[in-house]
C-alpha cells in the first residue's frame, strides 16, 4: 500500500497524527453528499426504494468488513452509545451478577452498565490495568466469574492501544454463560476483525473515526443472543411490511428480520448514507491488515530515532493507536508546544501522547513528529 494522502482534504502544512479523534475529510464522501444534495434539489419526492436500498447495501458492506455473512444482524445506529444501551438494556442481569469492564474505557461503554447494575442491583467490575509485564487481558481473564454476566471490552483501548485477547475473553465467558460485548469504535477498518472467530453477542462501532463516516453515524452487529429482544425506540421502518406505504396505519407487532428492528429511526438518511457507503468501499478495498502494515512501517521508519529520544512503542499495541509514556528529560507542556509550532495534530490522554497514524500519513510526516521530540530533547539538556 503507498499513502492515501489525496483522498482526504487535509491542508498541505498539517501533520494530521490523530484519526482515532475523528477521520479528516475523506473527498469521495464530501462528493457523495454534494450529489445527494443537488438530487434532493431536483426531487422533491423520495422514492420508496430509496427508504431501504442503499440502507440494505451498506448493511451488507459492514458484514463484509467483519467477516458476517448475516447483513440482517447488522443496525444502523447514531453512536456507539445507542449501541451498547441497546445491548444493556436487553442483557439479562440480576441481583448478585456482574458485569466486567476495563479501567478507564471510554465513556460511551461505561455509564449504560454503571445505570444498569444500580438498576439491577448488580455489580460492575473494573479490571485495573497492571503495572508491570503482567497481561491485561489475563486480568481481565482472571475478573470473570460464574457471577458473570457479561464482559464489555474494546478491542482496543482508546487512550492506550492495549489490544485485548478477546478470542481468550469469549473461550472464558463460554464457560461460565457471560456475554461478550465488544466496541470496535477505535479497531474496525483499521485493525483485523473477524466475527466468525471472536463470536460476540454485540459488536458496536461508531462510524467517524476508522470507518471513514459522518459524525452522527454508527454499527451494530447483533449475535443470537439478542433475537427477539426490545430496541431502544419504536419506528415505522424497522417494522415488517414497512416497504408498503399504503399500510403503515396497519399496525403490527412484527419486526424486520434479525438487528432490523435496532436501527435508529430515520436511518434512512439520504446525506449520511452515501457518505458512510463511500468510507465502506474504501475500507474493503484496503483490507484492515494492509492497513496495519503499511502505519508499522510508518514506525519503523523512525524507530531509530525514537530510540534515541528513550521512547518506545509499548507492548501489546495496535499500530494505528499509540500511547507514548515520556521520558522523565521531556516535557509534557514543552512537547504540546512544539508538536503545535509544527501543526501536528495528536491527542493527550492523561500523561499519554497518543499519536494515531493511518493511510493518509507518510514517512516524512512521521519524521516532522519525530524532530518535535528530538527538538524537546535538546532544549531540555541545554
Not at 471513514?212 to 419504536?234: F, K, N, Q, S, T
Request: charge should be neutral; proline fraction near 5%.
Amino acid at each position: 500500500m503507498r499513502c492515501q494522502r489525496q483522498l482526504f482534504s487535509l491542508p498541505a502544512d498539517e501533520c494530521y497524527l490523530n484519526g482515532a479523534s475523528r477521520s479528516p475529510q475523506l473527498i469521495a464522501a464530501a462528493d457523495a453528499a454534494r450529489d445527494a444534495l443537488k438530487w434532493r434539489e431536483h426531487n422533491s419526492g423520495m422514492p420508496i426504494e430509496q427508504f431501504f436500498q442503499p440502507v440494505a447495501k451498506l448493511r451488507k458492506s459492514f458484514a463484509r468488513l467483519i467477516g458476517s455473512e448475516e447483513a440482517d444482524r447488522v443496525a444502523l445506529i447514531p453512536a456507539a452509545s445507542y449501541g451498547i444501551a441497546t445491548v444493556a438494556k436487553n442483557l439479562p442481569l440480576g441481583p448478585g451478577q456482574e458485569v466486567v469492564v476495563a479501567q478507564d474505557q471510554f465513556p460511551s461503554n461505561y455509564y449504560a452498565w454503571h445505570r444498569r447494575c444500580d438498576e439491577s442491583h448488580a455489580r460492575l467490575v473494573t479490571v485495573a490495568k497492571p503495572s508491570g509485564k503482567e497481561s491485561w487481558s489475563d486480568r481481565i481473564l482472571e475478573a470473570i466469574t460464574i457471577r458473570t454476566a457479561a464482559v464489555a471490552i474494546a478491542q482496543i483501548h482508546w487512550s492506550d492501544g492495549s489490544v485485548f485477547d478477546l478470542e481468550a475473553i469469549r473461550r472464558r465467558t463460554d464457560e461460565v454463560g457471560a456475554w461478550l460485548v465488544v466496541d470496535g469504535t477505535q479497531s474496525l477498518g483499521a485493525y483485523p476483525f473477524d466475527v466468525k472467530r471472536i463470536r460476540p453477542d454485540a459488536l458496536i462501532a461508531g462510524g467517524y473515526k476508522w470507518l471513514l463516516g459522518p459524525y452522527g453515524c454508527g454499527y451494530a452487529w447483533y449475535g443470537p443472543r439478542m433475537d427477539g429482544g426490545v430496541p431502544l425506540e419504536e419506528n415505522w421502518i424497522n417494522r415488517s411490511g414497512s416497504d408498503d406505504f399504503t399500510r403503515l396505519a396497519a399496525y403490527q407487532s412484527e419486526y424486520r428480520p434479525l438487528a432490523a428492528r435496532y436501527s435508529v429511526g430515520e436511518h434512512s438518511n439520504f446525506i449520511s448514507i452515501p457518505m458512510q457507503q463511500a468510507g465502506m468501499d474504501l475500507l474493503l478495498s484496503w483490507q484492515a491488515e494492509a492497513v496495519q502494515t503499511y502505519i508499522q512501517q510508518l514506525w519503523q521508519s523512525i524507530d531509530a530515532e525514537l530510540d534515541r529520544s528513550g521512547l518506545r512503542l509499548p507492548d501489546g499495541c495496535a499500530y494505528h493507536l499509540v500511547g507514548l509514556r515520556l521520558p522523565d528529560h521531556i516535557q509534557m507542556e514543552a512537547l504540546k508546544s512544539a508538536l503545535a509550532t509544527r501543526k501536528i495534530s495528536v491527542s493527550y490522554r492523561g500523561e499519554l501522547v497518543r499519536v494515531a497514524p493511518h493511510v493518509y500519513n507518510s514517512e516524512a510526516d512521521m519524521e516532522q513528529f519525530a524532530a518535535a521530540i528530538r527538538r524537546c530533547c535538546q532544549t531540555t539538556r541545554t
